[in-house]
């Protein structure tokens, strides 16, 4: 079955240091959707990319398709505190029940302030 | 605009007693429903998911069981819970469409003792 892969699997920085977390997928993907999951809570929806080499911004946060709609990264510029949590990817796959989506194991970003 | 119920937030249950989480969606009709599985500092585990009324998809064998018996009501269950079902149920819905976010409960945290 498809897998999705994510690394680091933890990541400590200093506040003000740049942080990214890397998905790779086993199968090529429809599209791929990013989620944070503050400590103690429940995941929430960053954003969705489609397209092959799709890149979308959100103020200090970098999102990246690769060409071949197999990898995704998610990179941060001068991390806060307020980044703290756990950033997951899931990934779609061409011939999935329209709804289903595979997590990675997440990357937990830990900010030293 | 919708909203999703998820219920009760913490649960300790002895080894060996039933099991039954509720999770309600308001605001919209027809959603796609999941139940996730989430281990202590681990990823999203997906056990169940439903895209109707009576439609489960089960992805991993287990204790464990769903039931969708309204259109924005999804249950989970067990007629006897073991040490190994403790752990963090979230439930989610996403719209029926096939490139949707999914948007998660708030989760229950299970300790089986």
């Not at chain 1, 941060?76 to 595979?102: E, H, L, P, W």
């Not at chain 2, 080894?15 to 500092?41: D, I, K």
């Amino acid at each position: 079955g498809q897998q999705v892969m994510q690394i680091p699997q933890y990541q400590h920085v200093q506040e003000g240091e740049d942080f990214t977390t890397y998905c790779n997928s086993s199968t090529t993907l429809s599209n791929i959707q990013w989620y944070k999951q503050r400590p103690g809570g429940h995941p929430v929806f960053l954003i969705q990319l489609v397209k092959s080499g799709e890149v979308k911004k959100q103020k200090r946060l970098t999102f990246q398709f690769g060409e071949a709609k197999k990898n995704s990264s998610l990179h941060i510029t001068a991390t806060q505190t307020t980044d703290v949590g756990t950033y997951f990817c899931a990934g779609r796959s061409f011939n999935t029940n329209a709804g289903k989506s595979t997590f990675g194991d997440g990357t937990t970003l830990t900010v030293k302030p | 605009s919708q909203t999703i119920h998820q219920w009760p937030a913490t649960l300790v249950q002895p080894v060996g007693s039933p099991l039954s989480l509720e999770c309600t969606v308001e605001g919209t009709s027809n959603p796609n429903l999941y139940w996730y599985r989430q281990a202590a500092g681990r990823g999203l585990q997906l056990l169940f998911y439903s895209v109707g009324i009576g439609q489960i998809s089960s992805e991993v064998p287990q204790n464990l069981s769903a039931s969708r018996p309204q259109d924005r009501q999804f249950i989970l269950s067990s007629k006897k819970l073991l040490l190994s079902d403790s752990g963090f149920y979230l439930c989610a819905w996403s719209e029926s469409d096939y490139n949707t976010e999914a948007f998660f409960g708030q989760g229950t945290r299970l300790t089986v003792v």
